[in-house]
């Protein structure tokens, strides 16, 4: 088995490119939202537009792009922040994780403010949006790498664990010392339940003893209890939308920042206590271990 630290240890499993069966998926027509960012706490605007295949998923604004590739995040400080040659976007993750959810593949988004609104702090609005104007599907095979022996990053007293399997499943668990958390576990398969009510609707939360801190790092300027569950130690801020709702939001996170790999991963994964810089970190080991097997998918068969 592959085992690698994060704080630098080096090495990679091999990734085989899997035969796909599905093809890729853009957006029918348009959708644009608004609302503040959570971290900055600007007015911003993200406009999702169709792209073609084999695009990806491309974050611009004017003559500045940047690829939602794990190879370029740049920030994983509460969120996930991608950039290239100087342009930045914020918070990438949850809209990552409705383009996934939805089943789309390739996508422009045109981001105005330098980061994603925040929205209701989860996916739910973002896969609304998408599913109001529906998918195209495409003449090229989705992306997908199976792995073909185990990886493992870990920090710490956390890490993930991938093994290889036909299809992607995520099973995180959450342990926190504090009354109203503890320990939770939540698992789902990627296109066997539904991500839209199961997972996306699973909204941020944070400690309210972190709060202070996250201000004088100038982030999370943009929240409130419209868009974050504060927790103290004997109540949170609002009810909850699942019993298990905290730990739905981890996975939500995983299902997003692994969509920075640019492709389905066929694995089954096991994250225990993991935050954006491993999750990224584990997506860039298999952008590393894909590199050399990678090839362009085929274009769809002509008929008739």
């Known amino acids: 088995m592959t085992i690698l630290s994060v704080s630098g240890a080096k090495g990679a499993a091999d990734i085989a490119r899997e035969d796909a069966v599905a093809f890729q998926m853009t957006l029918a027509n348009s959708v644009k939202l608004s609302g503040k960012g959570l971290h900055s706490g600007r007015e911003t605007v993200v406009e999702i537009y169709p792209a073609p295949e084999n695009t990806g998923i491309v974050f611009r604004h004017g003559l500045h792009m940047v690829s939602g590739i794990a190879s370029n995040v740049i920030d994983t400080s509460r969120g996930t922040t991608i950039g290239f ?100 576990t939540s698992a789902y398969v990627l296109g066997k339940g539904d991500f839209a009510k ?78 954006h810089a491993l999750n990224i970190e584990f997506a860039k080991q298999v952008l590393r271990g894909v590199g050399s097997a990678k090839r362009a998918p085929r274009a769809r068969e002509a008929t008739g």
């Not at 939805?102 to 996916?123: I, K, Q």
């Not at 890490?159 to 958390?181: G, Q, W």
């Not at 939308?241 to 920075?260: N, Q, S």
Request: charged share 25%; aromatic share 6%.
């Open 85 to 184: 040659n100087g342009f930045r976007v914020l918070t990438v993750e949850h809209l990552m994780a409705a383009l996934r959810g939805s089943g789309v593949d390739n996508a422009y988004v045109e981001v105005v403010g330098g980061e994603t609104p925040a929205l209701d702090g989860s996916a739910a609005p973002y896969m609304d949006a998408i599913g109001s104007v529906g998918l195209v599907e495409q003449d090229a095979e989705r992306r997908c790498f199976t792995l073909t022996e185990p990886i493992c990053v870990r920090r710490k007293d956390s890490f993930i664990l991938a093994v290889p399997a036909s299809e992607m499943s995520i099973t995180y668990v959450m342990d926190y010392d504090h009354p109203m958390i503890g320990s939770q």
């Open 198 to 275: 199961e997972i996306a609707p699973a909204r941020t939360f944070v400690l309210y003893e972190e709060v202070a801190g996250l201000l004088d790092r100038e982030l999370a300027k943009g929240g409130n209890l419209d868009n974050v569950i504060v927790i103290w130690p004997d109540r949170m801020s609002s009810a909850l939308r699942f019993p298990d709702e905290l730990v739905r939001h981890k996975v939500m996170d995983i299902v997003g920042d692994l969509a920075l790999v640019g492709g389905i991963v066929n694995a089954e994964i096991l994250a225990v206590r993991s935050g």
